[in-house]
């Protein structure tokens, strides 16, 4: 943990808080470019990356390509010794599977696996990082009467590629569903545009695992979204229930100060108790849905399957 500095030049305070007060606050959560809106049974999976070149490429024999979709409505996080509720997080990537070896490449959309609503910290900058004794963070608590400057907002972005994807472990509980990379990108004016709990090189990693055994179900559709018994796509649902994680790590900040230099990470360090090691933080996802979807007999469109899953969902996509 990063102790505080001993010397502060005098006009420091007031170039910061010049800075800060020029820049706005964006609530806007993050979003891939790639999105659609879909029919039917297609629903969960408007962000697919099924125009990937690994995912084109899988022949329906040897490799076998899937949609994967996980999505929470709402949830709960603790970070060292903040707490937070957290809104809507959506997981997409392809799944590509080697038939003989068993083994999955994971494939992400172009704009990151994860994209989460944005949440409101408990507190905001006060809570994380008043009162100090420090004479620049203490004239930057004093300025906190507005809400504006105090409100500080927390959104779960990907840092990665999601890996060890396993779909019998999301049929079951207690078994580590897929590894997760995440950094939580805070966001306050005094905070500057660049402030992150983990970064892409130290991510959050989150292995969600199911509370409970979740429903399982299954349905045959056609390439408009539409259910069909005969249908050439098959969707798998495991549905009614919760996920968790209580054993991740999480790194210190990084970037935070309106300068973007990382100039007040060891002031929100020090209130947040971060870095915090593994088995002192946790992770609840309510009412979490996740979907499986892929071509039912993808033997029968060898050796162009991949192209053949690319060419349904792209049917799917609402009008």
């Known amino acids: ?173 207690g078994k580590t569903i897929v590894d997760i990379p995440v950094r939580i990108h805070l966001q306050n004016p005094f905070l500057g545009s660049k402030c992150y709990i983990g970064t892409t090189s130290n991510p959050v990693v989150l292995r969600p695992q199911n509370v409970t055994v979740p429903a399982f179900g299954n349905q045959r559709f056609d390439a408009n979204g539409a259910a069909n018994t005969r249908g050439a796509l098959n969707r798998v649902a495991l549905t009614g229930n919760s996920q968790g994680d209580s054993a991740f790590a999480v790194p210190g900040v990084s970037g935070c100060g309106p300068l973007t230099l990382g100039e007040l990470n060891w002031a929100v360090n020090l209130k947040t108790s971060l870095p915090s090691a593994a088995g002192k933080n946790h992770l609840v996802l309510n009412d979490t849905a996740t979907y499986t979807a892929g071509l039912a007999t993808p033997g029968s469109s060898a050796p162009h399957a991949g192209q053949a899953l690319s060419d349904n969902w792209h049917l799917g996509v609402a009008q």
Do not use: Y
């Open 1 to 173: 943990m990063s102790a505080a500095p001993k010397l502060f030049r005098p006009a420091l305070l007031g170039a910061l808080v010049a800075v800060a007060v020029g820049i706005p606050l964006s609530t806007s959560p993050a979003s891939a470019a790639s999105a659609q809106a879909m029919n039917g049974n297609w629903a969960p999976f408007n962000r697919c990356p099924v125009d990937d070149p690994a995912m084109l490429a899988a022949d329906g024999s040897v490799n076998i390509a899937i949609c994967v979709a996980s999505h929470s409505a709402s949830g709960a996080i603790k970070l060292g010794n903040t707490e937070a509720t957290t809104g809507a997080n959506d997981l997409q990537f392809g799944v590509v599977r080697n038939a003989q070896t068993g083994e999955s490449k994971i494939v992400a959309p172009a704009g990151g696996a994860i994209v989460g609503d944005p949440a409101d910290i408990p507190g905001g900058l006060l809570g994380l990082m008043c009162p100090s004794g420090v004479p620049v963070v203490s004239g930057i608590c004093n300025q906190l009467a507005d809400n504006t400057l105090n409100r500080v907002i927390a959104t779960v972005e990907s840092a990665g590629t999601p890996a060890n994807f396993d779909l019998t472990a999301g049929m079951q509980s």
